[in-house]
């Protein structure tokens, strides 16, 4: 099995920060991309931002220039730095990897079980 956990979510004020982590564990033999996801309240899953293994990042454009995602190949944990937080980022934010898990399979995707963002204005 593979486990996604995000940590880090919770209240803050419009124009704070928080910092989201998503460690993978599990039977990984290795992961391609990984990245986050957000869905707001009657809203669709929208992409927040991915990042390769090679550590090339891709941020929507509602987000650009405010969060920055990283990662830790050697840990399987990726970050989400959030800055500048509007109340419109409201949402459950959830991790996604692709894992292979062995030699023989293919990359599958993977969630996380999300992590509430709140955004006070």
Same mark, same amino acid.
């Given at each position: *099995? /593979? *486990?996604?956990?995000?940590? =880090? +979510?919770?209240? /803050? *004020?419009? +124009? $704070? ?5 998503? @460690?993978? %564990?599990? %039977?990984?033999? %290795?992961?391609n991309?990984?990245?986050?996801? &957000? *869905?707001?309240?009657?809203? #669709? ?7 390769? %293994?090679? $550590?090339? @990042? ?6 650009? =220039?405010?969060?920055?995602?990283? &990662?830790?190949? /050697? ?5 989400? #730095? ?7 980022? !409201? @949402?459950?934010?959830?991790?996604n990897? #692709?894992? &292979? &898990?062995g ?9 996380? #079980? =999300?992590?509430?963002? !709140? /955004?006070?204005?």
């Amino acid at each position: *099995q /593979v *486990q996604l956990v995000e940590s =880090g +979510g919770g209240l /803050v *004020q419009a +124009g $704070g920060s928080l910092r989201l982590s998503c @460690a993978a %564990s599990g %039977s990984i033999l %290795s992961i391609n991309a990984m990245g986050w996801y &957000r *869905q707001a309240p009657g809203k #669709q899953r929208e992409l927040v931002a991915t990042i390769t %293994s090679g $550590g090339s @990042a891709d941020y929507a454009d509602s987000v650009k =220039g405010r969060f920055t995602i990283s &990662r830790d190949n /050697v840990k399987n944990t990726i970050f989400l #730095q959030m800055n500048s937080l509007k109340p419109e980022d !409201t @949402a459950v934010y959830y991790c996604n990897a #692709q894992v &292979r &898990r062995g030699y023989s399979s293919g990359y599958n995707n993977y969630w996380g #079980q =999300g992590t509430q963002v !709140t /955004v006070s204005s």
